[in-house]
Nanobody, 124 residues
Framework: QVQLQESGPGLVKPSQTLTLICTVS??????????WSWIRRPPGKGLEWMGA???????WYSPSLKSRTSISRDTSKNQFTLQLSSVTPEDTAVYYC????????????????WGQGTQVTVSS
């Protein structure tokens, strides 16, 4: 059974860079045709897809976040990482990592595996 686990700071100051790591167990991030995504849910809002990295290392980003977002991976650790720069209080959300065979989805059923989510608050 594939499991995903997010890790990172719960509190980030405005203008800083948020870094979150998703550790994958029970499967490989290089498995063919799987895409590894970061998705967030701001308070009172729906799911927002942020970006993804593919089994081959290609990346895709939401147009609205592209200028501030970077996704990378460490295949030796079976991890992929989100970096979101210049954060503001509007970036406060529960951040999830997820995996499936689609890119850009915002529905729960579009992904095969989800992490439990991690709360990130942007505040001084």
């Amino acid at each position: 059974q594939v499991q995903l686990q997010e890790s990172g700071p719960g509190l980030v100051k405005p203008s800083q860079t948020l870094t979150l790591i998703c550790t994958v167990s029970g499967g490989s991030i290089t498995t063919n045709y799987y895409y590894w995504s970061w998705i967030r849910r701001p308070p009172g809002k729906g799911l927002e897809w942020m970006g993804a990295i593919s089994y081959s290392g290609s990346t895709w980003y939401s147009p609205s976040l592209k200028s501030r977002t970077s996704i990378s991976r460490d295949t030796s650790k079976n991890q992929f990482t989100l970096q979101l720069s210049s954060v503001t209080p509007e970036d406060t959300a529960v951040y999830y990592c997820a995996s499936g065979t689609v890119v850009g989805g915002t529905r729960l059923d579009e992904y095969h595996y989800w992490g439990q989510g991690t709360q990130v608050t942007v505040s001084s």
